[in-house]
Nanobody
Framework: QVQLVESGGGSVQAGGSLRLSCVASGSIFRINAMGWYRQAPGKQRELVAASTSGSITNYADSVKGRFTISRDNAKNTVFLQMNSLKPEDTAVYYC????????????????WGQGTQVTVSS
């Protein structure tokens, strides 16, 4: 009953910036955490950045200092500001959320967006 919709992906030259957005919709009681994962060709999906309900954030070492995760809790939205992009950042980026529904509170489920392609050229 929950849908996560990502936007903001695209192609950019190395050193450029992109801003990803993810909006969660549905019968949401509370979002305990939201984050971003990515998967490059031939690689496993990896955590890029995450934000808990307490606004605690963590980042993959490879993006620390370049990416910033933020949330608009009133709009059930998470953002990923990506600066100083590198070709190694090329991947499909997936929004992830741990959500408590009204109907199943206090139990939590994990949801995924469909993914958005980010391509960084040199």
């Amino acid at each position: 009953q929950v849908q996560l919709v990502e936007s903001g992906g695209g192609s950019v030259q190395a050193g450029g910036s992109l801003r990803l957005s993810c909006v969660a919709s549905g019968s949401i009681f509370r979002i305990n955490a939201m984050g971003w994962y990515r998967q490059a060709p031939g690689k496993q999906r990896e955590l890029v950045a995450a934000s808990t309900s307490g606004s605690i954030t963590n980042y993959a070492d490879s993006v620390k200092g370049r990416f910033t995760i933020s949330r608009d809790n009133a709009k059930n939205t998470v953002f990923l500001q990506m600066n100083s992009l590198k070709p190694e950042d090329t991947a499909v980026y997936y929004c992830n959320a741990r959500i408590v529904l009204f109907t199943t509170a206090p139990y939590e489920n994990t949801y995924w967006g469909q993914g958005t392609q980010v391509t960084v050229s040199s």
